[in-house]
Structure formats: C-alpha cells, structure tokens
C-alpha cells in the first residue's frame, strides 16, 4: 500500500484501478499498430478519481508496456506512485484534466497524415467530410510550443474546451474523451479526416459543405452528444 487515500473511481464502468491499466496497455497497443506512436512516442492517461490520473510512462515502447508500468500522477503532476517515469508531456493531459471536468481520458499521439497536416501549419478545420463535423467538429491547429513546457499547455488551454481534437503545430495531435475508448476513436477519426482531406486536395478539386448543411450537423451533433451524456 502507497498510504493514498481511496477515493471513488471516476472514468465510466470502472470499479478497480487494474482496469484502468489494462486499458492503457489495450489501447496503446492499439495506437501503436496503428502506427500513431512509433517508437517510444506518445502517451495515454486516464482519471482515476479527483485528485490523481494513471499515465503511460516516458521511454517505452507502447506495444511493450504492461500493466504495472503505469505511473500515477496527482493533478499537478507529481509522481504517486510507479517504478518508471512520468512522461515529460504530462503538461499536455493535465491542461485538459484542469480546463475540462467532463474529460475522463487524454490521448497524445503522432499520426503521421494528421502531424503532417500540423508540420504544414494546417488545421483540419475545413468542411469537407460530414463524418468528420459529425464526430469531432473542427480540429484547430495549436501554435508551436516545446515540448514539456508550461507554454505548451498554456497554448492547448485555451483551445479545449471548444474542440475534442487538437493539432499541435511541428509536433502530432491530442484528442480527450470521456473514456479512452472515446479518445481513442477521436484519435482514429481526425487521422481519418486527415487522410480524407489531403486525397480531396491532391484530387484538386476539394467541395466544402455549404454553410446550411454544417449547421444541420453540428445541430445533429449537439443531439448525439446530449444523448450520450
Ligand atoms: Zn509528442
């Protein structure tokens, strides 16, 4: 025992902090075929409960990490607990744990078409596909703070709590949810639209959905997102 206090979990469905860590192994497994964090890049993390969050450590390979790698961190990103590291980019979980109570799971990758679109300066902010509106809205493009930095944080800070999925100038992609299921296929989504977006480019002749239709959907997102509360 680490003498932490026991507090209720909060993330949905989950009654031990075990199932947290698997599903940080299952996902950044899943990420990592994905090809979304080569390497030993990215990271995941998950709320455990108000005052702590279970994160991917630094330097490993998200294939290879196993239950018990896990770091626990508190919400100012002290280390609780864990025999590895915590990640250097925990600043960028924490500003969304800080600036959004609804967000239970936080996912960093590097997606290469979606980093690709934020090593050109470009944000997924175009109407093109309906999915995309439907399941993300509009991926803003974050200006370019090092990484581990406090700036870094503070330039995602205020693009959270309108968006569900950031590009991260020079650097890849953040996406948060209420579960890391819900982050993950946010994830899997903008890498998607970015895919979509730079084969309608190529084709050159790219048709943004007139303003009408996008405000159906984001009408119709409003309605999803209610009933999924
Ligand atoms: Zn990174």
Known sequence: MDGRQELPLIANGYTTEIELRRDLVKFGKWLYRLGFMPGSSGNLS????????????????????????MVLVDLQGQQLSGSRKVTSEIGIHLAAYHSRPDVNAVVHAHPPLATGFACAGRALDEPLCAEAIMMLGPVPLAPYATTGTNELARTLASLIPGHSAILMANHGAMTYGDSLLDAFLKMETVEHFA???????????????????????????????????
């Open 46 to 69: 998950v709320r455990v409960n108000s005052e702590c969050i279970l994160a991917t450590p630094t330097g490993c390979s998200k294939y290879l990490l196993k239950a018990e790698d």
């Open 195 to 229: 895919h979509i977006c730079l084969v309608a480019h190529q084709l050159g002749s790219a048709c943004p959905l007139e303003e009408p239709a996008i405000e159906q959907l984001l009408e119709a997102r409003t309605k999803y997102l209610n009933n999924a509360r």
